[in-house]
């Protein structure tokens, strides 16, 4: 019981870190999975909350919701449209990165070869979560986002199986004392590497189907969910079990399900479960990189600088050679990357969750162990705190920032317009309470109703040379009198006014209207 409770202590003290950096993190311009990273490393200094990372933790507990909740939210169509680009990012070039990190480490720091390709593979696996939450900040191109979230979906799974091939091949060559003895592992590993893909997708694929066609027997937005739920972490679970790839089974099962169960869905449900998905991915993600700040021991990393430093110019060159180098050859075909993409997905190659995963989970048999660990929490920190901080500088710099210079103003006017406007009000309260005299008030409102003209005249002008600013206010107050309409019947039905059955077809409606609402305001944006 102690035991439980203390358990029970650290999460919500978790989480309650989490909130906080949330809400500070919302005055700062810093990407808020980097200032959790920040927060568990000054937390380590007081040493108030001590966390073990393990493998299974990461792998078996934060990536299905993770990875699900993104899969799912990919839409198949614009996946298809830039499907060359993506595998080819995903697939070869985890292979070639794997190949470049591994040559660089082994002859900087003197690691044996196959060693430092083990290092390569479980460092190939990107981790933009960062950089896609700054996306949506800034308004980035919709096609960028989804090259740059779908790589990573997809070498999240081809990561781990190429990092099994190597540590199976580097294994036996440690035990042997020679590179020959792990040879006849390598033709296995490659039958191995495929055999292990396909049947991950296999599985996600099937799953994922089935819980689409169950869902479309269903109205009840509580069992969905839940299987949706079941679906995120018992594709990965059941892929496992058969040894396949447990994270392309979650990818696969995430997109499959993300683009056929909510046609099935009512309004209500997609509502329900969009909201439930975000925010258990907000959760998993925050813990993830709390997780991370906490874990990493600054002492050893200051004690191995070289290692560190060979390591992240492995990674940086290797990305570069990677990305340039895949990209113009897919640049041949339709589905062309303009330099600004190359240069985002270049230095947006930020490494996390999956990365530390694996390497927490080597062997005491290879040699070198303890100094990979080092190395890749050296490099998760690097790209976190290096490239994650300096990316909303990049985009702005590329032009690939949506700075709506006339939308702004609109805020900074409506903002100013509604203070001068409360202004007034708590001034007629005093003099109305005698607490100033009529003189003041008539001098003071003289003051604030000029003011609050001169905004609205303001505030006129600019919607006149910009129509479309009104028509997404109109919208924005169509939305919250919908969510006005939704409160209400919640009201009357605790109330017994109306009943179960009345509210639920009432709430369908409204959820309807705010759902095609949500299709409107989306649907340009999407290109």
């Known amino acids: 019981m102690e035991s439980l409770l203390t358990t029970e202590t650290l999460i919500i003290e978790l989480l309650l870190i989490v909130s906080i950096v949330a809400i500070v993190v919302q005055r700062l311009r810093v990407p808020y999975t980097v200032a959790l990273v920040i927060a568990g490393l000054l937390i380590t200094f007081q040493e108030t909350i001590r966390f073990e990372l393990t493998p299974e933790l990461i792998l078996t507990l934060f990536v299905p919701p993770l990875v699900f909740e993104a899969a799912f939210h990919i839409e198949l169509r614009k996946l298809r449209e830039n499907l060359v680009p993506l595998l080819a990012l995903a697939v070869p070039g985890v292979l070639l990165t794997t190949l470049i990190v591994g040559l660089i480490v082994a002859k900087g720091i003197d690691l044996p070869l196959p060693t430092a390709l083990v290092f390569g593979a479980l460092i190939a696996a990107t981790d933009p979560v960062a950089v896609v939450a700054l996306f949506r900040t800034l308004g980035a191109p919709k096609r960028l986002g989804i090259i740059v979230e779908g790589e990573s979906l997809f070498n999240d799974g081809t990561a781990i199986v190429v990092f099994n091939?190597?540590?199976?091949?580097?294994?036996?060559?440690?035990?042997?004392?020679?590179?020959?003895a792990g040879s006849s592992t390598w033709v296995g590993g490659i039958v191995d590497f495929f055999r292990v893909s396909a049947g991950g997708i296999a599985v996600g694929v099937g799953l994922g189907w089935l819980t689409a066609m169950l869902i479309a027997r269903l109205d009840d937005y509580l069992i969905e969910t839940t299987l949706t739920t079941v679906l995120a972490f018992g594709s990965y679970i059941l892929a496992e079990r058969m040894h396949f790839s447990g994270v392309l089974a979650v990818v696969s099962a995430g997109i499959i399900n993300g683009n056929i169960g909510p046609r099935g869905m009512s309004p209500t449900t997609r509502i329900v479960l969009f909201n439930f998905w975000e925010y258990l991915a907000f959760v998993a993600n925050s813990l993830v990189f709390l997780l991370i700040g906490l874990d990493v021991n600054i002492r050893q990393i200051i004690a191995n600088p070289k290692a560190i430093g060979v390591a992240v110019l492995a990674v940086v060159v290797s990305r570069a050679l990677t990305v340039y180098?895949?990209?113009?050859?897919?640049?041949?075909?339709?589905?062309?990357?303009?330099?600004a993409y190359q240069h985002i997905l270049f230095w947006g190659g930020l490494r996390g969750a999956v990365s530390l995963a694996l390497v927490l989970s080597l062997p005491t048999a290879l040699p070198g162990r303890d100094l990979l660990r080092v190395m890749a929490f050296g490099v998760v920190l690097f790209t976190l705190l290096a490239q994650g901080t300096t990316m909303q500088l990049l985009m702005r710099r590329l032009g690939l920032v949506r700075s709506d210079e006339a939308k702004l103003e609109y805020e900074r006017l409506s903002g100013r317009l509604m203070a001068s406007r409360a202004a007034r009000h708590r001034l007629m309260e005093l003099n109305n309470g005698g607490v100033i005299s009529l003189a003041s008030w008539e001098r003071l409102s003289s003051?604030?109703?000029?003011?609050?003209?001169?905004?609205?005249?303001?505030?006129?002008?600019?919607?006149?040379?910009?129509?479309?600013?009104?028509?997404?206010?109109?919208?924005?107050?169509?939305?919250?009198?919908?969510?006005?309409?939704?409160?209400?019947?919640?009201?009357?039905?605790?109330?017994?006014?109306?009943?179960?059955?009345?509210?639920?077809?009432?709430?369908?409606?409204?959820?309807?209207?705010?759902?095609?609402?949500?299709?409107?305001e989306n649907g340009p944006k999407a290109e």
Request: net charge negative; aromatic share 2%.
């Open 165 to 180: 091939v190597m540590l199976a091949a580097a294994l036996p060559a440690a035990l042997s004392g020679g590179a020959h």
């Open 325 to 339: 180098g895949i990209t113009g050859l897919t640049n041949f075909g339709r589905e062309k990357l303009s330099w």
């Open 447 to 520: 003051d604030l109703d000029q003011r609050i003209q001169k905004e609205l005249d303001a505030q006129r002008n600019l919607v006149r040379e910009h129509p479309e600013l009104q028509a997404e206010e109109i919208e924005h107050a169509r939305r919250e009198g919908l969510r006005a309409q939704r409160a209400m019947l919640a009201a009357l039905q605790g109330e017994g006014v109306i009943s179960d059955r009345v509210y639920v077809e009432l709430l369908e409606e409204v959820d309807a209207a705010l759902e095609e609402d949500a299709h409107r």
